[in-house]
């Protein structure tokens, strides 16, 4: 299930500013406005949702009719873009505004189950299969990417199917939420009786800001990726693909990282080492395709770790250790998914004015990037020191070795 949600949220991240620039031939500025537009209503329907549940219990039984009417939204939004009119803004703007609020009402009660995962699996433990998930899924939009990429912004019927099945299997996939849901249902009301506190402290916030302009800084230069000139349109084509495998294998470089020296630790070095190297790809020589592949080696490990950790830290930080209702547990996450989904909607918006600012899409070279690398370092940077000053316990996970 999770898998068909990662399939989801890595496709529309990584995609969608693509296709409203290359494909539906909207202004670059514009479509990172609309990108942003997008994501700080995802964010707003995260915060009014996940309050919704907390304040209104009622509402735990109609999760699974919900999260059937948001999975068909969600899937089917993704999977009609690319084929909307060229030049219309408007209906690209109503398709994704429907994609968001089903991705929301799907994707926050999904997170809450994974409270009683991380009870019994450990923080680290839930984090690192979470972080298998979502890169097994981004692989398939890599290897999706490649004919969308090559396509150079023609819709042909083939890159329009590929869409489509995207979608398609991503619905397929998340079709036990419901049922997990129902039965969920049932344990919350009769754990509700305990009562407990506010799911919300300073920890929670502070990590929730470092959060944001870190993964907008990383989100960034991701996405910018794609316009660049990496010498040929193939290397290009296989970004996503060569920086998810990457993500790959950073869940096994830093698991032992992050027992050594805590999940905090070990995120905030995961943000300093991204705002170190991210902002050297400016000075990759386009005619050599080893330096350009190892550079995306470097720049995905670190946002490897950064993808993984985030999870662990956000478990930890917010009650793995049961002192949360699944109605509460939601609410955290939803407070932490309105700010990574702020920090992707600002990248989305901040690649579409440095691409409006160079004054072309697409073959940009490498040094154009310096801008926008100098940018990530202060998000990432920014980010590293908020998470190791981070309010309470930074002590190493205690779960067993892979």
Partial sequence: MHFGKS???????????????????????????????????????????????????????????????????????????????????????????????????????????????????????????????????????????????LAEGVRS??????????????????????????????????????????????????????????????????????????????????????????RLAAVWFWSPVARSIGSRSALALAYGLSAMFIPLFALIPQASPLTVLAALGVMSLPGGGVAMLSWAVLSETIGGKGGQTPARYAAAFGLFTMSIKIALGLSGFVVGGWLASVGQSADIEPAAFWPLGVAVMAGCGLAALLTHHMPGNTAPSAIPPA
């Avoid at 059937?68 to 803004?89: E, N, R």
């Avoid at 990726?225 to 040929?232: E, I, K, Q, S, T």
Wanted: aromatic content about 6%; hydrophobic content about 60%.
């Fill in 157 to 246: 019927s083939s890159v329009m199917l590929l869409i489509g099945a995207v979608g398609l299997v991503a619905m397929v996939c998340m079709l036990p939420l419901p049922a997990m849901l129902a039965r969920e249902a049932v344990r919350e009301s009769l754990e509700r009786a305990a009562g407990e506190g506010s799911f919300i402290d300073p920890a929670l916030v502070v990590f929730c800001a470092a959060s944001a302009v870190g993964l907008a800084g990383l989100a960034a230069a991701g996405k910018a990726m794609l316009h660049l000139d990496l010498g040929g349109p193939e290397l290009t084509a296989g970004v996503l693909l060569l920086l998810t495998c990457g």
């Fill in 7 to 149: 399939l989801l949220w890595a496709g529309e991240d990584a995609l969608t500013l693509y296709i409203l620039v290359r494909f539906l031939q909207i202004e670059p500025a514009l479509a990172g406005a609309m990108f942003l537009a997008s994501a700080l209503w995802n964010a707003v329907c995260d915060g009014v949702f996940g309050g919704a549940l907390l304040r209104w219990p009622v509402l735990q039984r109609i999760l699974p009719a919900l999260s059937i009417a948001a999975i068909l939204a969600a899937g089917g939004g993704f999977a009609v873009l690319p084929m909307l009119p060229q030049g219309d803004p408007l209906a690209a703007g109503a398709l994704l505004a429907l994609f968001r609020t089903g991705f929301s009402l799907a994707d926050l009660p999904h997170n809450a189950l994974t409270r009683r995962l991380a009870l019994e699996h450990g923080d680290l433990g839930i984090a690192r299969l979470r972080a298998i998930c979502s890169a097994a899924a981004a692989l398939v939009v890599g290897f999706a990417s490649l004919p969308v990429l």
